[in-house]
């Protein structure tokens, strides 16, 4: 990193409806964490929503009065140039793609999801390309820089940088945050004094302990978790996990495990939503249209309210607190997607797994993994080696890979592979060169 | 092994209309196998099928002009007592248990099989305090005897053997010679002059490569095997494997593979099949009838041709083809159920597999195995899993263990896992003492 | 941990001439650290100097005018009762049985040293019955009670608690420390501001990262080192580490490594140090007279200067944050002797590591290790097998297995072994009641 | 393989004094292993050998009355070009460099030997540019042909192809053939009703099993050898291993292991003899000369007896057995260097072992290895890595490397490790083009 006088970061996506969020989690950490520009980039297609998002920033700033440099640009190697941290918060296909994601397994009986199942297959098959572009630029432009990713499926998306790339990178998620924002609320106690160990890969984490004060709480908060009156995401639907199933568990599930452990419920829930309100797409489509409109004011100075509706609480939360674990070279903990490397055994080395870890400035070191129980290790090897067969279709546009991949998937049926594949590729085919061709 | 003048064998499960296969084999072998007392045990139940079919095998070995006494009983013990070899082929619950594991399934939408997913869970349930306490019976009456087990699932109940016993044990299953007589036939080659590697688990394991004159010819059988014109065990409808299916697997499947990439269809065909003609178990329920009906004829002096419909090709083949490879320490290759030991690096040393193995008078090594690529590791990590969890809730009635492991059953809808459960133990409370107390 | 008003912490071999380290250390932090009870524990022979370290541990008390209350006793189990914390700082057969361990490996042309080697094997077979008598008396007297364990060698001391008890245990040394602090020295920077990165054995142990606001700086310490202006712990001669040979073993060594990677001047040194001023057991029983001479001092209120010629420095500090740490639920960072459980996946994960590892009321979890290049792990196995078999052999006085051990060790000529092993057995036979028999 | 009317096969080092021994082995398996044309390959230093053995062996076969051809060349491209087996028997630097290997490190008071320990890397570092060019030649011209190397060390050669290149390798040595005989003649029992389970590195190898009629005999074999009254290859001098120690290690010990188990005694005697008799190198100097003398004569035809005190018995068994068990696709076991590939869980999957292994047209499947003792482990892997390291100084020219592999290599004195290395690198400058730079 080249010690200037301040930080430069560039936001790849930066004309997201999510972009408040980290513009205020900069402003609040200014003084340790001095972001002197902020790039923020986006596409042709996303020009207007940058224009606007990227105005409210600079607003943001302006009343904070802090000396914070927002930079609104379609020029993506000028971003990355001498970037300290480049952020990835950018959806190849915009909303209607994740729509698509949604609606297509959904003609199959299948889960219809952007970040899982088929539907987060076509999403890391449409990114994959993108992600290695933007790596190829950071090996030019800024190659001691880190790539902090947000873009889903953020696992895979990690492991694709860390695989293919010499590009420092970590992937980040709010689900570990929110999970321990739900088992603080559970124990009525306060976040802060909660450390919380969480292994698994992205969406597909578990919170395996809970201390407080030095205590495991995970039995206590599994049997509250049990009783149904708590909830964790927005844009997860809620159901009660049965007490038994909990308890022989014997870890926290995160909400993405619905789509496992009760996946024909999800599926039903699925199908409604889609006949009534809409997919979660669709009412995000309607969310972040009010929410442009909102950000249009030029009143408007702070972060609004009603962003929380639109999901990814903590997020500004999770990406500054790690930037700045790393500039400042804190030694705090983490909850990061971070290559194996060994730490959790029954995984190949070379696959990237969500886990509590050490942050400092030379980046994320996990905190090793005891064995694992055979109900944990089970799901988390077969959908590992999903990821792995993705990551492998994503990059050399290897269509028997990507078969293989949904055959393994539990949240695809076999019997539809092929059909459901081709659709995918049909509908998708601008956005897979790796198809293509 | 004591060497008397002639080898004891135990059978337990004696009255199993399989029987006239494995005295067949017996007496074609008897020059270079020379069993001297071979006793047929049965249970109360099975007194009547006992006698009949232990008839006929006396009226077998009559006319093959052997040394070869049959004895027929319902003390397990006194069988025991210093065999050399204990076979079981034994089903608790009989035809009925099996017909109930097919259909309890089909109520919840899932694939209803005696051996795999929850119909095999439940057969593993009954099984294994009946196979614990024949280990422990050979434990004190004959400690260095084999148990060749046939008893499905096979894996599963040799992994408990394995696991909870020091006794020593070898799993059988007919279905990798079925997939090499059928690998033969498209290659148009004589089986004896190929070799395969098979590698997986029970009901779940793959022909990695099929060595006709050291050349490896799986690609062309994948090929062949697309066209749909070759079909493999009796007992498993058919369908086509798609080529790219096929050739992006890179291995041969087993037939209850099907159940794995195909299981909407094979669901669909399980349902019509309970509607129509009945499902497996009804149907063999009649075919044993018959079978018996035959037997009782005192005319017949050898096997019946009509066993053959029965399923179950080969069987003889693979027992007596391995109790000599052990007796007469041949060092041969044989296709069998034995502790892992790391011989798949990406499954725990104490789980069985299924695999081609060097057989002596000293038991079973594995050949190693390289590394398997994701689409077959995935899948066998998450079913190996389910194994151990099936142990654990069979051997201790954990109940937790077994909601854990229907939950991770690719063959399960996980909604339905703990109705399904309860459902099956509820069924099955009679042959259940782990869970009935 | 019965949360009461305060603490009660019971070492055992209080009568040690260390004594006053702990009892500063304890005295430093009681704001955050309460004991309330220390219990002084010794046996018989050790009874004088028990009370006269003892009288100086009250009047040290006294001066700091702290609520901690001395115990003197021989009786252990009135100690370990209901204790929070039970430290171990003994040594069996005392300073004479050191004095062998140096001497008698000499007389086989082997490196004697109490810690490593054939002298180390002396020492654990001596002491292993004795810590599997005092985690007996925990397990029922102080169940959950932390076991922090000094007496050395303090990794296989440790492994063998952790592999044959229940007990919660960790090994500590003050090697990483004293490492630590020389590497601060080297960088002229504040060791407060290093964050070091130590993998390995006991007394095997490399610095393999040390990170200086969060830049990694160990090839310029390696560099540093070559020179040979620095020193590391008194109790080990000084040597000069060859530039070429640091730089491409990559980590810092460990001063215990002088042994393994210069033992034949380290053997030389030792011939020579024997023949003038004595082995170091010899030097220090000389130290430990004058030390006891002064402690004897009424007027001595405080831990006297030239106890740092004694060795062991940093001792409390290493200790009393441990424990401060753990009784805190802290979460930071220390160098302990930990189960592997997969941390370093080369080792066997029931070994015990010496590892940097976050500590929190619920014990130490590893930081996971990266792969170790080969010149590392390969002498990192080999002495973990030594390390595997010497437990074997002190556990269960398996001979054979103390054969095999001294024959793998690197600092054991092999063709002395057996000659060697039954001349340590016969000189220590009552300390050996596992041989004794 | 092309399918011509004969085979093709190219020995490296053809005028070597060990070829007749091959010669014998192809005329004696003609009928079954059809060589068409051996080329015999030297380079110009070695000519006048070639010609005296090339003479020879076309002598031999014209007696023999078989269709094979005998070419001798300079010509390696020539020879290797479309070959069916390249067989290579070389030795970089002749004998002098070997009698180098043995005194170089006896004059730091370490073993000399010349495939092991210093000499063995020295001879490593010479062999592995030119097995490379080998390689380079065979992917160019031959890249089908199968590499049987018997060039020492013939673990690290293997390894180095195996890792560097696509060629297909297996290494051969002859030791594992010696221990067999041995212990037949030990069980007083014919060679070929043992099967034996060998596993380790080459020169490293231990007989972990001693099959008789299906029973292992490995203890009483043990109990035999301590006798002292059975010696197993010539050119590695005799001991007694003691009872105890050889019951403890559980497995019979190779004859090098005699360095490892007796290091001091064989120093002793090493440096004897080179005040004597010379070193085994300079004896064999002589024996070599003799025996090209006897082959000069135009008389003889066959190989003469004298040829077996060169050492290397069984030698032409071992080759003409692989390779006729590779081209008749056998499916017979042989003991053979081989990719790990798991078969040792504790060893890298990328290392060569040498182990019992099943041979076919399609190479070598180990059989997989069952967890092994520590005694066994912790030496294995140490030399393992010293392996490790020795490739990666042959190959790149880390000087580096070589010092670390010196370190850790139990029979080197690790304080004259760089004084040592030195004067190899000096010595052998000529053929260390890696180093030369
Ligand atoms: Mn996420
Ligand atoms: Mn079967
Ligand atoms: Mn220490
Ligand atoms: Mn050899």
Chains 1, 2, 3, 4 share one sequence.
């Not at 909990?246 to 829930?269: A, F, I, K, V």
């Not at 309100?277 to 009010?290: C, F, I, M, Q």
């Not at 950000?295 to 607190?321: F, H, I, M, W």
């Amino acid at each position: 990193m080249v010690d200037k006088k301040g930080l430069k970061v560039a936001t790849i996506g930066g004309g997201s409806s999510y972009t408040p969020e980290i513009i205020e989690g900069f402003i609040k950490r200014h003084d340790e964490l001095p972001v002197k520009e902020l790039y923020l980039v986006d596409i042709e297609e996303g020009k207007w929503k940058l224009d606007i998002v990227g105005n409210l920033a600079k607003r943001m700033v302006e009343e904070a009065g802090i000396d914070m440099e927002i930079h609104l640009t379609l020029d993506r190697r000028e971003a990355i140039k001498d970037a300290d941290f480049v952020t990835t918060q950018f959806r190849v296909g915009l909303l209607d793609a994740r729509i698509r994601d949604e609606k297509i397994p959904l003609q199959y009986d299948c889960i219809g999801q952007e970040t899982t199942g088929a539907g987060g297959m076509a999403k890391a098959l449409r990114t994959i390309p993108v992600i290695l572009d933007i790596a190829k630029d950071m090996e030019e432009l800024a190659p001691d820089a880190w790539l902090i990713n947000f873009t889903n499926p953020s696992g895979i998306i990690t492991e694709t940088v860390s695989k293919y790339t010499d590009i420092n990178v970590l992937g980040l998620c709010n689900v570990p945050i929110v999970m321990e924002k739900m088992t603080a609320e559970i124990l009525d106690a306060d976040a802060d004094k909660l450390r919380m160990d969480f292994v698994g890969l992205n969406h597909l984490v578990w919170g395996r302990a809970a201390y407080l004060n030095g205590e495991n709480k995970i039995s206590e908060v599994l049997d509250e978790l049990a009783t149904g009156n708590f909830k964790d995401v927005e844009n997860v639907p809620d159901y009660e996990w049965g007490k038994e199933f909990l308890q022989s568990l014997g870890m926290l599930p995160c909400p993405y495990h619905r789509y496992y452990y009760l996946t024909d419920l999800m599926l039903q829930e699925e199908i409604e939503a889609a006949k009534n309100e809409g997919t979660r797409g669709e009412v995000v489509k309607g969310l972040e249209a009010s929410l442009f409109e909102l950000y249009k004011n030029e009143d408007l100075k702070e972060k609004p309210e009603e962003l929380e509706e639109r999901g990814g609480q903590y997020y500004s939360d999770a990406a500054c607190d790690l930037i700045s674990a790393i500039y400042n070279d804190k030694g705090t903990l983490h909850y990061v997607n971070v290559k194996n490397n060994g730490a959790v055994n029954c995984l190949p080395e070379d696959s990237v797994i969500e886990r509590t870890s050490l942050i400092a400035k030379n980046g994320a070191t996990p905190l090793n993994v005891d064995p694992l129980p055979p109900q944990v290790k089970g799901l988390l090897q077969v959908v590992n080696e999903y990821e792995t067969l993705t990551i492998e279709a994503g990059v050399h546009g290897d269509y028997g890979a990507a078969v293989q991949a949904l055959t393994i998937h539990p949240l695809v049926e076999s019997s539809v592979v092929k059909d459901l594949l081709d659709d995918i590729i049909e509908k998708n085919i601008n956005y897979l060169p790796q198809f293509n061709k």
